[in-house]
């Protein structure tokens, strides 16, 4: 069984807070009945946890090492394994002192943490204390803080109402739906009289202030430009009276619409264009128009195969359908936030604050200061808080992902990927393979995982708040998001 991406750690080799990697050694060296371990509670949230370590629980181990350091080492002057036992230890008894302490500290608090059923956020870390004598073998102390996950309760029913939408597409959008597939099905045409939406053809060359081509300037050849990208009513009168041949005045900095990529238009870089005179003729070679496709049943038929659809009703109501359905995934996050939104107001715990933001200085791979935690802490808590309530609705739900369930969603996702691009689709056991080999990648089994997680989570919370959904159409659904954001 998969287990969600946890905030807070309960049992080794749990993720942790995605900020540092949670300690997966092993337990094997360790004797829960020899260390002797205590705490000190400092308050409901925070653990102070004191572990020493006597000679009695590290020298076996130690003498074991150094004796395999002895059979292996090749020093001149002595035969091999017959190395003085007190030389392996000047050259190597320190490192592996220190090696076998570290060894066990991690064992120890882990194994603690296990069998005294701990739920920690983050890492424990470690107290600073003044540099300890391992010269010479004896006993040492040391402490770790952690910080403990908050006892909350959750509450979901039907008496909880939160707002939901379905985006519905409107003739608008159907419209633009239809003139789109119509012109990636159309024929290009050279109509005698050019319009504003046609594609002109030509030849852009870099002249000065008269009119003469540059030495060494800019030329284009074989470029095209459509017409409505021409900025003013006028130009684009003129580029529609032109002939073939016609030799037509272009400014890079006024010519064209706000934002237009004049510079890519022309081959060159941003530099280069800023280094000329920014004055160009346009010869036109020829015009292109994409003349859409008829409505008639050849058409329907490319668009969705042979009698699926027989008419242009027919092929709007499907991609009213289609629509609405990719709709779906923008209108399921609106709710699931807003679903975020009530969980966060309502509620309330209390976190190791203190503890957690000296822990996220040094969790990362590199160090961050406590100035930058501050920055973004409300927004960290924020995420935080509901990391650990939505871990709580996890439980609630007695929701859980199987490795099985993560294949099936993996093999789903190739198939659609195979179908948008008009290619047919393999057999059930090459696709289960493909599916199989993606989820070898810890990252990307993570983030299939978290996909699948978040449908249940989905699932459950329509299926135990209140949903309070109304229809609307996509420019209005966007208004509302913007406003909300």
């Known amino acids: 069984m998969q287990t ?55 020298q076996t181990k130690v003498s074991n090492v150094l004796e395999n350091y002895r059979k292996r080492a090749n020093i001149p002057g002595f035969r091999p394994g017959k190395v003085p036992m007190g030389l392996i230890k000047k050259q190597y008894g320190k490192a592996v002192l220190i090696e076998e302490i570290n060894n066990l500290l991690q064992d120890s608090i882990y194994k603690y943490i296990t069998d005294e059923k701990l739920n920690i956020l983050g890492n424990p870390m470690p107290v600073e204390q003044p540099d300890l004598d391992f010269d010479t073998a004896g006993s040492y102390n040391f402490q770790f803080e952690l910080g403990l996950s908050p006892e909350f309760e959750v509450s979901i029913s039907k008496k909880n109402k939160v707002k939901a939408v379905k985006v519905v597409a409107d003739k608008k959008v159907l419209d633009t739906y239809v003139e ?58 003129e580029w529609c009276k032109a002939a073939t041949g016609d030799v037509l005045p272009v400014e890079a900095a006024k010519s064209f619409v706000k934002g237009y990529n004049v510079a890519g238009l022309l081959g060159v870089t941003d530099a280069q264009l800023e280094a000329s005179t920014g004055l160009f003729h346009f010869e036109l070679k020829s015009v292109a128009r994409m003349e859409p496709a008829e409505m008639n ?8 195969g042979e009698g699926v659809v027989t008419s242009e009703a027919e092929m709007r109501s499907k991609m009213k359908e289609e629509a609405e359905r990719m709709y779906m995934n923008e209108s399921d996050q609106y ?59 996890i439980q609630l739900g007695e929701i859980s992902v199987s490795q099985e369930e993560l294949v099936d969603h993996t093999v789903n996702m190739v198939k659609a990927q195979f179908q948008q691009y008009g290619q047919q689709a393999m057999d059930d056991e090459m696709l289960k393979g493909i599916a199989e080999n993606a989820l070898k990648n810890e990252e990307e089994a993570r983030r299939i995982n978290d996909q699948v997680y978040n449908a249940k989570l989905l699932s459950y919370y329509k299926e135990n708040f209140k949903v309070d959904e109304k229809e609307v159409t996509y420019d209005e659904f966007i208004k509302l998001v913007t406003e909300k954001a």
């Open 4 to 58: 969600r991406r946890a905030l807070h750690k309960s049992v080794k080799g749990k993720m942790l807070l995605t900020f540092a990697p949670p300690f997966t050694g092993s337990f094997a060296t360790f004797n829960s009945t020899v260390m002797n371990i205590s705490k000190n509670e400092v308050d409901a949230l925070n653990l102070l946890v004191n572990i020493e370590i006597t000679p009695e629980d590290y």
């Open 180 to 237: 789109d597939i119509r012109n990636r099905y159309g024929k290009m045409s050279s109509p005698e009289t050019p319009e504003v939406s046609d594609m002109f053809h030509g030849t852009f060359t870099e002249v000065d202030a008269e009119g003469a081509a540059v030495e060494g300037g800019i030329v284009k050849e074989d470029t095209q430009i459509m017409g409505s990208n021409l900025k003013t009513k006028k130009a684009q009168g």
């Open 335 to 393: 709710f699931l936030n807003n679903v975020a939104e009530y969980l966060l107001d309502k509620t309330k715990f209390d976190l190791p604050v203190v503890f957690l933001k000296k822990w996220m200085q040094t969790a990362g791979e590199k160090p961050v200061s406590a100035e930058e935690i501050e920055a973004d802490w409300e927004k960290t808590e924020r995420g935080l808080r509901y990391q650990l309530i939505e871990n709580k609705v």
């Open 297 to 304: 049943q050849e058409f329907f038929d490319k668009v969705y």
